[in-house]
């Protein structure tokens, strides 16, 4: 099993670009979730998804995130425009809902916006 | 969900056990611990997860206590791989499946 899969691992953009962070689940899993990870703030949940359907996105900071999941192995963050203060290591996760409630996390996406 | 408190950090030396603690006093009835770790620039992992008895399994053991108004996560022979930071969460199963992460504690593992 290849687990959860976030691309890309690095990314540096400039302030005002659009940055899109990508996450395949892993296979037969119906739930996904996005965190941010910061010094200050922690482990922060931003969206979560069942069965393709965003329920629960009240973490999601403000209009310029925004959060896809188009088919059961593919989603998508995308920042537009981006912030400095938007630098952070985000971070995907799938699950079975309903199951053992494990989540299996990706490797992250370290994000810095200069 | 239930809150949680943890000590900041701990130490522990290589080869002993390492015991630690969680509170969360206000947990209710159908709420199960959980417990996940994170390795420095890693993403959390699983550990362990329980309900009332006690559990066991390759990685670790979760001992709670009899009123569930807190646990232990023990690690029987820390090695310097253990050295990150645990998280205790308590949560009810299948509502979501969300986990909301407090502070943690760093777990330190020494020669």
């Known amino acids: 099993d290849a687990g959860v899969i976030q691309s890309p691992r690095h990314e540096v953009t400039e302030m005002g670009q659009e940055v899109t962070l990508r996450c395949k689940p892993i296979s037969g899993h119906n739930s996904l979730f996005w965190y941010r990870q910061t010094m200050m703030r922690g482990l922060e949940l931003l969206i979560y998804f069942n069965n393709n359907v965003p329920i629960d996105d009240s973490g999601m900071p403000e209009d310029r995130f925004s959060a896809k999941m188009p088919n059961a192995s593919f989603s998508t963050l995308k920042i537009q425009p981006s912030e400095p203060r938007d630098s952070a290591v985000y971070f995907c996760?799938?699950?079975?809902?309903?199951?053992?409630?494990?989540?299996?996390f990706g490797e992250g996406s370290r994000l810095t916006v200069l | 969900d239930a809150k949680t408190t943890q000590p900041t950090s701990m130490d522990c030396a290589e080869g002993r056990a390492a015991n630690l603690p969680c509170n969360h006093s206000t947990i209710s009835g159908n709420e199960y611990v959980y417990w996940y770790r994170q390795i420095h620039s890693q993403g959390p992992q699983y550990i362990i997860h329980?309900?009332?008895n006690n559990e066991t399994n390759e990685m670790a053991s979760l001992i709670i206590t009899e009123d569930r108004k807190s646990s232990t996560l023990i690690l029987p022979h820390a090695t310097l791989r253990d050295t990150a930071v645990y998280y205790c969460?308590?949560?009810?199963?299948?509502?979501?499946?969300?986990?909301?992460f407090g502070g943690g504690t760093r777990l330190m593992v020494k020669p």
């Open positions: 329980g309900l009332k």
């Open positions: 969460i308590v949560r009810v199963v299948g509502a979501g499946n969300m986990l909301t």
């Open positions: 996760a799938s699950s079975l809902k309903g199951g053992t409630g494990e989540l299996f």
